[in-house]
């Protein structure tokens, strides 16, 4: 089955810094990879996704990118702020619709 | 409108006893699903639902978990003989319709503690 591996598990950044996260996933045939957040005691929220036929999503402050030669995708937020500090999971799906997700980035923002 | 709601929030819990957590989706989704989440991981897929019917079940992890969905809507999940190892947020989420590349909506999770 696909499996996932996510970098950093933590990641502390002063407000204002640029922050990335790296996915990496290992079934060629994925093809949809979104990108959620977990504030605590509260379920995933989607933040921004991107399917295999596109290598670059933007939305506001928070981009993806997708090499699918390299099996890897990676978020990207600028100027970032206090209110982005959460836990950040990048997931892939083959087609259907069953996810994969990755262990998680624990994001700290510093004002 | 209203997201995908779980209930309980929190439930306690002695090893061995049974246990159900109920699940209700966002109104017109057709495509349900269970994942798991423990302590410090990823959301691990358990079952996935399309109207009334169990698509995937694979992700189950032995026979002591069972989920329904009688009338293509609200589901719940059961768990027999409850062990210390069930300890975790069960999270369910929803979608329109199951098509790949659907966004998934969760629910806030019951948080199960078996002693």
């Known amino acids: 089955g696909e499996n996932v591996e996510q970098h950093p598990s933590t990641l502390s950044v002063q407000e204002g810094d640029s922050a990335v996260i790296k996915c990496t996933y290992s079934?060629?045939?994925?093809?949809?990879f979104p990108w959620y957040k977990q504030e605590l005691g509260k379920g995933p929220q989607l933040i921004i996704d991107?399917?295999?036929?596109?290598g670059e999503k933007k939305d506001q402050r928070i981009a993806v990118t997708l090499n699918k030669t390299a099996k890897h995708f990676s978020l990207h937020i600028t100027e970032t702020q206090p209110e982005d500090s959460a836990v950040y999971f990048c997931?892939?799906?083959?087609?259907?619709?069953?996810?994969?997700f990755g262990k998680g980035t624990m994001l700290l923002v510093s004002p | 409108g209203a997201g995908v709601s779980q209930t309980p929030s929190n439930k306690v819990t002695e090893k061995g006893k049974y246990v159900e957590l109920r699940c209700d989706p966002i109104s017109g989704h057709t495509a349900l699903y269970w994942y798991r989440q423990s302590l410090g991981q990823g959301p691990e897929f358990l079952i996935y639902?399309?109207?009334?019917?169990?698509?995937?079940d694979s992700g189950l992890p032995n026979d002591r978990f069972f989920a329904v969905r009688p009338e293509g809507s609200v589901s719940t999940l059961k768990i027999q003989r409850t062990e210390r190892g069930d300890s975790a947020v069960y999270l369910c989420?929803?979608?329109?319709?199951?098509?790949?590349?659907?966004?998934?909506?969760f629910g806030p999770g019951t948080r199960l503690l078996v002693l």
């Open positions: 991107i399917r295999s036929n596109v």
């Open positions: 997931a892939a799906s083959m087609g259907y619709s069953t996810l994969t």
């Open positions: 639902f399309q109207g009334t019917g169990a698509a995937d």
């Open positions: 989420a929803s979608s329109l319709t199951g098509g790949g590349g659907e966004t998934q909506y």
């Open positions: 079934d060629s045939a994925s093809n949809y």
